[in-house]
């Protein structure tokens, strides 16, 4: 399976923009689906944005107008820009592979806070 690394978490303030990457072990190309979760404390993991081998992204209402997911698939990696942060999108954001298998990877996580 896809070996999946993510980067680019941190600690920004309110209003302030950070941009995570996933990069994989392989061609992403061949991959059905990729797409961000993330996972708050005391809360379960919910996805943020995906998008498929075609292009077609899907947002949380949450993240619409405010995230945007884009793939390279020349670097095999996919990126979350995430701007107009808030306090709220605080959480560990783990990148996800869905294959057409219908299994999937996941990957580490990196942590985003956002302060007030």
């Known amino acids: 399976q896809v070996q999946l690394v993510e980067s680019g978490g941190g600690l920004v303030q309110a209003g302030g923009s950070l941009r995570l990457s996933c990069a994989a072990s392989i061609s992403i190309v061949s991959i059905r689906t990729m797409g961000w979760y993330r996972q708050a404390p005391g809360k379960q993991r919910e996805l943020v944005a995906h998008?498929?081998?075609?292009?077609?992204?899907n947002y949380a209402d949450s993240v619409k107008g405010r995230f945007t997911i884009s793939r390279d698939n020349a670097k095999n990696t996919v990126y979350l820009q995430m701007n107009s942060l808030k306090p709220e999108d605080t959480a560990v954001y783990y990148c996800?592979?869905?294959?057409?298998?219908?299994?999937?990877?996941w990957g580490q996580g990196t942590q985003v806070t956002v302060s007030s």
């Open positions: 998008i498929t081998t075609g292009g077609s992204t």
């Open positions: 996800n592979a869905l294959y057409y298998t219908y299994s999937s990877s």
